[in-house]
């Protein structure tokens, strides 16, 4: 019934298997991954027919977690997988990113890539091989495909290269990579790293890429062995003469100018105006005679815009390339006027407004207590997030008007890198045991806002006084390449990112690389590329950072608009003792001095209050009711119950002691009642505990007459 295929190889220490012919028989081309007991179903679909209208390339790719994979339910009432996690979602992009540049232009079918985690072992991680089996399902299927492509993690511990490192091992590296590409470039990377050198890190590269090879061969040896359907044929249109004769000689000279107009918006408005213009004399060839109209058919249109926009874009590369004239006039290697200000929101705990030409983040930091950690549930056991950093793109950044809706894809992206840059230069919880959220918001965007989010973050974590390690810049890389030409491009503007080859972040310290991501839109790049792209980076970085440091040359204090926050360790046999019956202690407590209190197992108590005095009246509660009687301390107590033999006194919460009538006073006291009363309070010294029970004195406290 089933023409299974089957192939195994060894990839960093661990057993990676394929199969294909027996589970989703009718996708286009689907395959099983196994790595150790992770289990991955891959699958890759097309439409029937390109979609109308468009000219871009429509890639969907899904990764999509299922809890029975661990074998848990999902939480919540409805019980069902809904929209997928963060975490999810970045994996997607982490597989889009190095498969959308080997579609062949002018191909616009749909493509669906699926991948299900069908099983994950907690030690495997899905995301190591996802590229590999869409990489696989997409060369099996009839979908046109320049592949194959793997990807690989890259680990760096004790100054060794760690192939597809386990998640436990991965947590202990100083580099976190994902590289992907084919077996002659790179084609896509993502990095977090301890403050490495560009030459660490470039090597962490290289050692992917020489095991991404191996995996390419691999897939061949199977592709060969199953067969491959045939490959769709579809139709590369070509660029009607007609309009190619016209545009060329009526609007290059002027295309020239226009692209090399100052300022984002006034090129923008000049391009377009001459767009308008050269149709407008287009469209003269095609007026009725008789009745005037214009009888242009719409298709000719859209093939002329489409081609105006292809000249534009091959006379703005040509002029960097070979001219090294950027359109707003800048060197190869320089960077936008920048402009940093902080504490600029009056209310706010740390504030920042970051500006690299036009592109600007107003950033804001906040500090919360441990009620305001994030519950992070996924495949992994559930665990809280202390830091976390969200971006915000507004229609209206880039002079638009549009909806208002929940981040998408790419801002969630442009979050994760940005938070990734920041959390290696962060406290500990023990030195800073605050909950850090940033929220950047993109106000004016030109290129590189995810970069912009991160300068902006270090200077608005300084501003709430977070004190981070160093500060943390970023800058993004660009590329233009014909052939065996090419220039690598410091601080990209949008139109150099669109009309451009490659999209190269990089963000660290002074001492190193913390986060690093590249996009490319060619088949790949080279080593070469790599290492003059990370040495421009370097340079732009520390020039970025000397701005940063005049700007806020460390953190400050704690804005007094932050909670105050105390820990301290209880022995943790007095942890029923602070909670009490039902709560009740401490309670008590909170309703006295309006702190939060987060009491862990191991003894720990965090106490989170408005201002110092509070938090000292906490700290003094809290002792008092866990602190042990001690011998030849002295305490204000309080009667409680009197006997003919001496009154009770509690001398501590919960805790009293026995004042015998002979240590009242160094008089006779005939009767208790008759010197005391219940209620009344003074000072008394504990002077012996015997078989747990505290003996107290007045008399000691007095001078003998």
């Given at each position: 019934?089933?023409?299974?295929?089957?192939?195994?190889?060894?990839?960093?220490?661990?057993?990676?298997?394929?199969?294909?012919?027996?589970?989703?028989?009718?996708?286009?081309?689907?395959?099983?991954?196994?790595?150790?007991?992770?289990?991955?179903?891959?699958?890759?679909?097309?439409?029937?027919?390109?979609?109308?209208?468009?000219?871009?390339?429509?890639?969907?790719?899904?990764?999509?977690?299922?809890?029975?994979?661990?074998?848990?339910?999902?939480?919540?009432?409805?019980?069902?997988?809904?929209?997928?996690?963060?975490?999810?979602?970045?994996?997607?992009?982490?597989?889009?990113?190095?498969?959308?540049?080997?579609?062949?232009?002018?191909?616009?079918?749909?493509?669906?890539?699926?991948?299900?985690?069908?099983?994950?072992?907690?030690?495997?991680?899905?995301?190591?091989?996802?590229?590999?089996?869409?990489?696989?399902?997409?060369?099996?299927?009839?979908?046109?495909?320049?592949?194959?492509?793997?990807?690989?993690?890259?680990?760096?511990?004790?100054?060794?290269?760690?192939?597809?490192?386990?998640?436990?091992?991965?947590?202990?590296?100083?580099?976190?990579?994902?590289?992907?590409?084919?077996?002659?470039?790179?084609?896509?990377?993502?990095?977090?790293?301890?403050?490495?050198?560009?030459?660490?890190?470039?090597?962490?590269?290289?050692?992917?890429?020489?095991?991404?090879?191996?995996?390419?061969?691999?897939?061949?040896?199977?592709?060969?062995?199953?067969?491959?359907?045939?490959?769709?044929?579809?139709?590369?249109?070509?660029?009607?003469?007609?309009?190619?004769?016209?545009?060329?000689?009526?609007?290059?000279?002027?295309?020239?100018?226009?692209?090399?107009?100052?300022?984002?918006?006034?090129?923008?408005?000049?391009?377009?105006?001459?767009?308008?213009?050269?149709?407008?004399?287009?469209?003269?060839?095609?007026?009725?005679?008789?009745?005037?109209?214009?009888?242009?058919?719409?298709?000719?249109?859209?093939?002329?815009?489409?081609?105006?926009?292809?000249?534009?874009?091959?006379?703005?590369?040509?002029?960097?390339?070979?001219?090294?004239?950027?359109?707003?006039?800048?060197?190869?290697?320089?960077?936008?006027?920048?402009?940093?200000?902080?504490?600029?929101?009056?209310?706010?705990?740390?504030?920042?407004?970051?500006?690299?030409?036009?592109?600007?983040?107003?950033?804001?930091?906040?500090?919360?207590?441990?009620?305001?950690?994030?519950?992070?549930?996924?495949?992994?056991?559930?665990?809280?997030?202390?830091?976390?950093?969200?971006?915000?793109?507004?229609?209206?950044?880039?002079?638009?008007?549009?909806?208002?809706?929940?981040?998408?894809?790419?801002?969630?992206?442009?979050?994760?890198?940005?938070?990734?840059a920041l959390s290696y230069v962060m406290p500990s919880e023990e030195e800073f045991p605050y909950t850090v959220r940033i929220?950047?918001?993109?106000?004016?965007?030109?290129?590189?806002?995810?970069?912009?989010?991160?300068?902006?973050?270090?200077?608005?974590?300084?501003?709430?006084?977070?004190?981070?390690?160093?500060?943390?810049?970023?800058?993004?890389?660009?590329?233009?390449?014909?052939?065996?030409?090419?220039?690598?491009?410091?601080?990209?503007?949008?139109?150099?990112?669109?009309?451009?080859?490659?999209?190269?972040?990089?963000?660290?310290?002074?001492?190193?690389?913390?986060?690093?991501?590249?996009?490319?839109?060619?088949?790949?790049?080279?080593?070469?590329?790599?290492?003059?792209?990370?040495?421009?980076?370097?340079?732009?970085?520390?020039?970025?950072?000397?701005?940063?440091?005049?700007?806020?040359?460390?953190?400050?204090?704690?804005?007094?608009?932050?909670?105050?926050?105390?820990?301290?360790?209880?022995?943790?046999?007095?942890?029923?003792?602070?909670?009490?019956?039902?709560?009740?202690?401490?309670?008590?407590?909170?309703?006295?001095?309006?702190?939060?209190?987060?009491?862990?197992?191991?003894?720990?108590?965090?106490?989170?209050?408005?201002?110092?005095?509070?938090?000292?009246?906490?700290?003094?509660?809290?002792?008092?009711?866990?602190?042990?009687?001690?011998?030849?301390?002295?305490?204000?107590?309080?009667?409680?119950?009197?006997?003919?033999?001496?009154?009770?006194?509690?001398?501590?919460?919960?805790?009293?002691?026995?004042?015998?009538?002979?240590?009242?006073?160094?008089?006779?006291?005939?009767?208790?009642?008759?010197?005391?009363?219940?209620?009344?309070?003074?000072?008394?010294?504990?002077?012996?505990?015997?078989?747990?029970?505290?003996?107290?004195?007045?008399?000691?406290?007095?001078?003998?007459?």
């Open positions: 019934m089933f023409n299974e295929k089957t192939i195994k190889m060894e990839v960093g220490g661990r057993e990676l298997k394929f199969s294909t012919g027996k589970i989703a028989r009718q996708a286009g081309g689907s395959v099983i991954l196994e790595y150790g007991e992770t289990t991955l179903l891959v699958t890759a679909t097309r439409s029937k027919a390109p979609k109308s209208g468009i000219d871009f390339f429509p890639l969907m790719v899904d990764y999509i977690e299922k809890f029975y994979a661990v074998g848990r339910m999902p939480g919540g009432f409805i019980k069902r997988e809904s929209r997928p996690s963060v975490d999810a979602t970045l994996i997607s992009r982490l597989v889009d990113r190095p498969l959308r540049p080997l579609f062949p232009e002018g191909f616009y079918n749909d493509v669906h890539i699926t991948i299900t985690t069908l099983s994950y072992d907690g030690i495997n991680l899905p995301e190591t091989v996802a590229a590999l089996g869409s990489s696989m399902a997409l060369s099996l299927s009839d979908i046109p495909f320049d592949g194959p492509v793997a990807g690989v993690i890259v680990g760096y511990l004790d100054g060794e290269y760690i192939l597809n490192p386990t998640k436990e091992v991965l947590e202990k590296c100083d580099i976190n990579l994902s590289v992907a590409g084919t077996k002659d470039a790179i084609t896509m990377v993502e990095a977090g790293a301890k403050e490495v050198s560009e030459e660490v890190m470039l090597k962490a590269i290289m050692f992917g890429h020489e095991n991404i090879k191996k995996l390419c061969e691999f897939q061949e040896a199977f592709i060969e062995e199953v067969g491959a359907k045939e490959k769709y044929d579809f139709e590369l249109k070509e660029v009607n003469p007609e309009i190619k004769d016209f545009i060329d000689s009526n609007g290059t000279l002027k295309l020239k100018e226009a692209i090399v107009t100052p300022g984002k918006h006034d090129k923008e408005d000049a391009v377009n105006l001459l767009e308008e213009e050269l149709l407008i004399g287009f469209r003269e060839r095609f007026l009725n005679a008789e009745t005037g109209e214009d009888e242009t058919p719409a298709e000719l249109v859209k093939e002329f815009k489409t081609y105006y926009h292809d000249l534009m874009k091959k006379l703005v590369r040509e002029a960097i390339l070979y001219q090294k004239h950027r359109a707003d006039g800048r060197t190869t290697e320089e960077i936008r006027p920048l402009a940093m200000e902080i504490d600029i929101l009056p209310k706010t705990h740390g504030s920042a407004l970051f500006t690299r030409g036009e592109t600007q983040a107003l950033v804001v930091t906040t500090l919360g207590t441990k009620a305001d950690e994030q519950i992070i549930d996924g495949l992994d056991a559930e665990y809280r997030k202390k830091f976390f950093l969200h971006y915000n793109f507004p229609p209206y950044s880039v002079g638009e008007a549009g909806f208002m809706r929940a981040p998408g894809r790419r801002e969630l992206g442009h979050g994760s890198l940005a938070e990734r929220v950047s918001e993109i106000t004016e965007s030109n290129g590189s806002s995810s970069q912009a989010s991160i300068c902006g973050g270090s200077l608005s974590l300084m501003s709430a006084g977070v004190p981070i390690k160093s500060h943390v810049a970023g800058i993004a890389m660009g590329l233009i390449k014909e052939g065996d030409d090419f220039v690598v491009l410091t601080d990209i503007m949008g139109l150099e990112d669109h009309l451009g080859d490659m999209d190269f972040k990089v963000a660290g310290t002074r001492e190193g690389i913390t986060a690093l991501q590249m996009d490319i839109k060619i088949d790949g790049i080279s080593e070469e590329v790599m290492r003059i792209a990370l040495k421009q980076a370097l340079d732009a970085r520390l020039f970025i950072l000397e701005k940063m440091e005049k700007a806020i040359p460390s953190s400050k204090e704690i804005s007094p608009l932050a909670p105050r926050i105390h820990t301290m360790n209880i022995n943790s046999e007095k942890i029923a003792t602070l909670i009490g019956p039902a709560g009740k202690n401490i309670k008590a407590i909170i309703e006295a001095t309006g702190a939060t209190i987060d009491i862990e197992d191991s003894g720990k108590v965090s106490i989170f209050t408005n201002d110092g005095e509070q938090l000292s009246a906490t700290i003094k509660l809290i002792n008092n009711l866990i602190e042990d009687v001690e011998i030849g301390k002295v305490y204000l107590g309080r009667v409680t119950k009197i006997m003919n033999f001496g009154a009770f006194m509690e001398v501590l919460p919960g805790k009293e002691g026995l004042l015998h009538v002979s240590e009242i006073d160094h008089k006779r006291v005939e009767k208790v009642e008759n010197v005391l009363k219940i209620g009344d309070e003074f000072e008394v010294k504990a002077i012996s505990i015997e078989k747990g029970k505290v003996n107290l004195s007045r008399k000691a406290l007095l001078e003998k007459i």
